[in-house]
């Protein structure tokens, strides 16, 4: 199996630069996907292929992945941002999520 | 609108059957692979099974393999997930998710609960 490990929780203070990681074997010779969780709510995807935003994102949304770590960072954070974030990858035959990391904004 | 609604979650008995439905509208369904991902309360997502534009390639998890079974139907665009032998560990919210490389567009999920 294939395992993605995550902070459980990331603090940052309004307006300041938030970074999540994501540490996986090898995880730069794959593609990464970043989804932000608000309570109650599905999954939104806010990067995909490492660092490629969606229409409709934030450029304060960005991605990069090298090595054995993937980074979500989030700059200029917003109280709007608070949420739940996981990383994702394709390994083979199935799909791996990471365990999540609160992003709490102070 | 591109749009995924699930159906037919509820409450069931260990060992029991359950059939999820998701509807799919504004996108051509049948060029698009498509999965099913869950969220156990108050934990993380969950991978449960994957299935090609075409239905003849399909991925499970190891949690599910030999219980759960997911199929489609593109001329009615809709993509179903037969759960039987049903666990209390498989209650969860169960989304459906429009897969291109990536996860791009998840339905507001169903609820399921395995519970005496």
């Known amino acids: 199996s294939y395992e993605l490990t995550q902070p459980l929780s990331v603090s940052v203070a309004l307006g300041q630069t938030a970074r999540i990681t994501c540490g996986g074997s090898?995880?730069?010779?794959?593609?990464v996907q970043w989804y932000q969780q608000k309570p109650g709510q599905a999954p939104v995807l806010v990067i995909h292929?490492?660092?490629n935003r969606p229409s409709g994102i934030p450029e304060r949304f960005s991605g990069s992945n090298s090595g054995n770590t993937a980074t979500l960072t989030i700059s200029r954070a917003q109280a709007g941002d608070e949420a739940d974030y996981y990383c994702?990858?394709?390994?083979?035959?199935?799909?791996?999520f990471g365990g999540g990391t609160k992003l709490t904004v102070l | 609108e591109v749009q995924l609604v699930e159906s037919g979650g509820g409450l069931v008995q260990p060992g029991g059957s359950l059939r999820l439905s998701c509807a799919a509208s504004?996108?051509?369904?049948?060029?698009?692979?498509m999965n099913w991902v869950r969220q156990a309360p108050g934990e993380g997502l969950e991978w449960v099974s994957y299935?090609?534009?075409?239905?003849?390639?399909?991925y499970n998890a190891d949690s599910v393999k030999g219980r759960f079974t997911i199929s489609r139907d593109n001329a009615k665009k809709s993509l179903s997930l037969q759960m039987n032998s049903l666990r209390a560990e498989d209650t969860a919210v169960y989304y459906c998710?429009?897969?291109?490389?990536?996860?791009?567009?998840w339905g507001k999920g169903t609820t399921v609960t395995v519970s005496s």
């Open positions: 994702q990858v394709w390994n083979s035959s199935f799909w791996v």
């Open positions: 090898n995880i730069g010779s794959k593609n």
């Open positions: 998710a429009r897969q291109m490389e990536y996860m791009d567009v």
């Open positions: 292929t490492d660092s």
């Open positions: 299935i090609s534009s075409s239905g003849r390639l399909i």
């Open positions: 504004g996108f051509t369904f049948n060029s698009y692979e």
